[in-house]
C-alpha cells in the first residue's frame, strides 16, 4: 500500500512540476490522459475505463484476501489453539499437519532439521482432519485471491505501457498528417 502512496506521489509531483508535459508521459502517469489531449477521445476513455476496472479488482482481491485471512486465522484459534503469527509457512504446515508434534515427527523422519521449528508456537486439531482440511481450503483460497491481486497489479503496469505506447503511435500519426506529401506548385517562383 506504501507503494502505491509512493508512485501516486511521485505521479502529482511530476504534473504539478512541469507546465508542458509530453502526452507519453501523460499516459504512462495515467493511461488515457496522453490519448485524451491528442483528441483521441473514444481511445481515451477505453485506457481509463480498463485502469479503473483493473484498479478495483485489484483492491478488492487484496481486501477480500485480507479478509478470508482473518478468517482462517480466527478458525485455527478456535480449533487448534494457534497463535496469530506473520511467517506464512507456519500456517502452511498448520493445514498440512494435525500438530506439531506430527511436523516434528515427519521431519524427524525426513532428516531436513526443521523439526522444533514450531515448538514455540504448538497447535493440535481439536476434530482431526475435518478441521485441518477445512482450515487448508481457505487459506487456499485466501492464497489465491493474493496471486489474483498480484496479477491484477500486473495488468495495471502493463495498461500503463501499452496506454504510452499507443500515444507514441498516435503522436507519430499526427506529425505524419502535419507533414504534406502533395505537390504544390508556386507560380511566382516557378518552383514544382
Known sequence: MQK?????????????????????????????WGEASLGYQKSSRLFIHSEVILLFSCLSAYKIGNAKRNEYVAFANEHAGTKNISDHRYWVDIGNYNSNQAFDEEHLRMRDGKQGQWSSNPWFWEGGDNY?????????????????????????ILNHIVSGINTLYLTRINKNKKLSLSPTIDIHNNDI
Open 4 to 32: 502505491a502512496f509512493y508512485i501516486s506521489f511521485l505521479q502529482l509531483s511530476l504534473l504539478l512540476g512541469s507546465p508542458t508535459i509530453h502526452p507519453i508521459a501523460k499516459s504512462l502517469m495515467i493511461p488515457g
Open 132 to 156: 485441518r482440511k477445512r482450515f487448508e481450503k481457505m487459506r487456499i483460497d485466501s492464497d489465491k485471491l493474493f496471486f489474483t491481486g498480484k496479477f491484477i497489479f500486473g495488468g495495471i
